[in-house]
């Protein structure tokens, strides 16, 4: 079986159509938004509705990055518990955060209709699984939190969580009806489309070089080209490259890894994730598991599937899926990929002020499509003036670099290296 590695998934399986129109000249807006994922997609999308003349760059296609390599749950919130969110950026602003990123992915599935993106969008919620008593005991208080604040998600037993799942040493979960599954980057080419449809110019192929204030404009410079406006809002993510080494700065990358197999045969979907629902779970190194609409086992973790040692990661997976779902029998992995994640020092997401009408968004820590869309959305309100900057979620600031942010990348990838190698010779 040829294995598809540096390829995600999604990239091979998409229905979209991936199009190329590179900046070559001069051009100018009104706003540009660099960067061509959620956040940029979906800032695009309502700026062209709003009237603005607005561009989006992308270096290189839609969903090129963390967008388009993502496991694919929208889920509602962040990582964190509400009480985390509270005691990271205040009782005001976690208030409305946590409302806010509660109904993010309403937001998601609206747009799905509302522009036809064939996405394989399926709403039937998302399962976080307890792994030890430790971690059901984290769920209980988790969900207490979310229901406490006018949530509502159900704490499962251990029979409920394996009449879903079939899964084999977790013993309950949370069941969030709020958020689902999608191909991720089908859907993030849908935004892209329908931004282009409203009225956005939009240039993929044409990474942003450099960008610097003159005559009170922004010239942002790309390889063949020259970009003037009045303003910015820069939505890289993770994928940043040369454009603000400060906001680079002000966040850990992180690598999340996935591996797939062709799909399942009828008898094997029975013993894997029957519920057809997107989970992950409580341990510190985490593991997904979902399918995809042709019935795929698709297994994610923590870590860098690029590094050397590559091969440890179809040996744990393997190992995995016979300890988890040992009724699946012994699969082949088919697909190999890898996305950067943006981990902010708090791990709530940051919205800087970088002055003279240039603003960035980042730090999704994980929890890009319902969260990474909406302040794409919020962003772009601001910008076109219907709403002021004591009505985002989260307060407009000026960057704080963390100067720590190597060292703790390195932590996060020997950390999930050798829980692999704990699990695949100790366990």
């Known amino acids: 079986m040829t294995q598809q590695v540096n390829n995600s998934l999604w990239q091979l399986s998409r229905r979209s159509e991936i199009e190329v129109n590179r900046l070559t000249g001069e051009d100018k807006a009104d706003i540009v938004v660099i960067g061509g994922g959620y956040t940029g997609c979906s800032a695009a999308l309502r700026l062209a509705e709003g009237g603005a003349d607005v561009t989006l760059l992308e270096a290189e296609y839609s969903g090129f990055g963390g967008s388009g390599r993502n496991v694919g749950l929208t889920n509602a919130g962040l990582w964190l518990n509400p009480e985390d969110i509270d005691q990271a950026v205040g009782n005001e602003f976690g208030n409305r955060l946590n409302d806010y990123l509660g109904k993010a992915p309403d937001l998601v599935y609206e747009l799905i209709k509302k522009y036809n993106i064939e996405c394989d969008a399926l709403r039937n919620g998302t399962l976080h699984l307890a792994h030890s008593g430790k971690g059901l005991k984290a769920l209980e208080d988790r969900a207490w939190q979310i229901n406490n604040r006018g949530g509502s998600v159900m704490l499962l037993d251990k029979s409920a969580t394996y009449k879903l799942t079939k899964a ?6 949370i069941h969030d009806m709020r958020g689902g599954t999608i191909q991720p980057l089908d859907y993030c080419h849908g935004l892209m489309a329908a931004a282009k449809n409203a009225g956005a110019t939009v240039y993929n192929g044409t990474p942003a070089q450099t960008i610097r204030h003159r005559h009170r404009k922004w010239h942002i410079k790309t390889p063949n080209g020259m970009i003037v406006c009045d303003r910015v809002l820069l939505a890289t993510n993770a994928y940043i490259r040369n454009v603000s ?20 045969s009828r008898e094997q979907l029975e013993h894997f994730l029957p519920g057809k629902n997107g989970t992950w779970d409580t341990r ?17 973790t923590i870590g860098d599937i690029y590094m050397d040692g590559t091969p440890l990661f179809s040996a744990w997976a393997g190992k995995v899926v016979r300890d988890t779902f040992p ?3 012994d699969v082949e992995w088919a697909y190999k990929w890898a996305g950067r994640i943006a981990c902010s020092t708090n791990f709530v997401p940051n919205l800087h002020d970088l002055g003279r009408g240039f603003y960035s968004v980042s730090g999704f820590s994980g929890r890009g499509i319902s969260p990474g869309t909406a302040f794409g959305r919020t962003m772009a309100d601001y ?36 829980t692999r190698l704990k699990d695949l010779f100790v366990s």
């Not at 084999?168 to 979960?173: L, Q, S, T, W």
């Not at 190194?285 to 609409?293: G, K, L, N």
Request: no cysteine; hydrophobic share 40%; charged share 20%.
């Open 168 to 173: 084999e040493n977790y013993i309950g979960a």
């Open 245 to 264: 080494p400060l906001v680079r700065s002000s966040f850990t990358t992180m690598y999340y890894s996935q591996m797939a197999t062709e799909p399942l």
């Open 284 to 300: 510190m190194v985490m593991r997904s598991f979902r399918t995809d609409a042709a019935g795929r086992l698709i297994i994610g």
């Open 327 to 329: 009724d699946v029998g």
């Open 383 to 418: 910008l076109l003036g219907r709403i002021g900057s004591t009505e985002l979620p989260l307060p407009l600031k000026t960057v704080e670099p963390d100067r720590m942010h190597r060292l703790r990348q390195l932590g996060f990838e020997a950390g999930s290296q050798l």
